[in-house]
T-cell receptor, first 111, second 114 residues
Framework: KQEVTQIPAALSVPEGENLVLNCSFTDSAIYNLQWFRQDPGKGLTSLLLIQSSQREQTSGRLNASLDKSSGRSTLYIAASQPGDSATYLCAVNTGGFKTIFGAGTRLFVKA | DTEVTQTPKHLVMGMTNKKSLKCEQHMGHRAMYWYKQKAKKPPELMFVYSYEKLSINESVPSRFSPECPNSSLLNLHLHALQPEDSALYLC?????????????FGPGTRLTVL
């Protein structure tokens, strides 16, 4: 059974710092991995999608990597800003529309 | 249009009420999803429709009844709910049948069952 774990559960950093969020999964047989951002009480915003054949994807200050063989993905945020404060969720697609989410990392960026 | 809309934003209902949640997208996506999210927990998949047919039902109680009347609309009919069903209900959509089926989420409906 696929399990997705995110470390750390919470993170507080000063503005301007570069940071890395981690996501690990137990079964490497995935179709893709998607990173989301969620603000309190709101829906999920898609940040990046990495297909199983890809190693990384970039969008602006965000870079996501995928190492299927080791069951790990990282989300790198450069030059963090207070507006980046949110919960970041990773989700793996195991095929047939099934998506398993990690519990998320709550990020707080201090001004 | 890259938006998924959900109505209502908030819903308060008694345990004997019947209500419906609505989700709409105009991105041409043929897969639509319902998720349930409790506070400080990740979303949990409830149902998936692919080409208007129910593809996945994650053993959801029958008091939740999904409906996909056309490729743009997804409803969730609620009846005889319990207080523990109070949660944020999220709708999502994606291209169906594609390996890179990036999911796009709506803002959610905050449901409170009294």
């Amino acid at each position: 059974k696929q399990e997705v774990t995110q470390i750390p559960a919470a993170l507080s950093v000063p503005e301007g710092e570069n940071l890395v969020l981690n996501c690990s999964f137990t079964d490497s047989a995935i179709y893709n991995l998607q990173w989301f951002r969620q603000d309190p009480g709101k829906g999920l915003t898609s940040l990046l999608l990495i297909q199983s054949s890809q190693r990384e994807q970039t969008s602006g200050r965000l870079n996501a990597s995928l190492d299927k063989s080791s069951g790990r993905s990282t989300l790198y945020i450069a030059a963090s800003q207070p507006g980046d404060s949110a919960t970041y969720l990773c989700a793996v697609n195991t095929g047939g529309f099934k998506t398993i989410f990690g519990a998320g990392t709550r990020l707080f960026v201090k001004a | 249009d890259t938006e998924v809309t959900q109505t209502p934003k908030h819903l308060v209902m008694g345990m004997t009420n019947k209500k419906s949640l609505k989700c709409e997208q105009h991105m041409g996506h043929r897969a639509m999803y319902w998720y349930k999210q409790k506070a400080k927990k990740p979303p949990e998949l409830m149902f998936v429709y692919s080409y208007e047919k129910l593809s996945i039902n994650e053993s959801v109680p029958s008091r939740f009844s999904p409906e996909c009347p056309n490729s743009s609309l997804l409803n969730l009919h609620l009846h005889a709910l319990q207080p523990e069903d109070s949660a944020l209900y999220l709708c999502a959509s994606s291209l169906a049948g594609a390996l890179d089926n990036e999911q796009f989420f709506g803002p959610g409906t905050r449901l409170t069952v009294l």
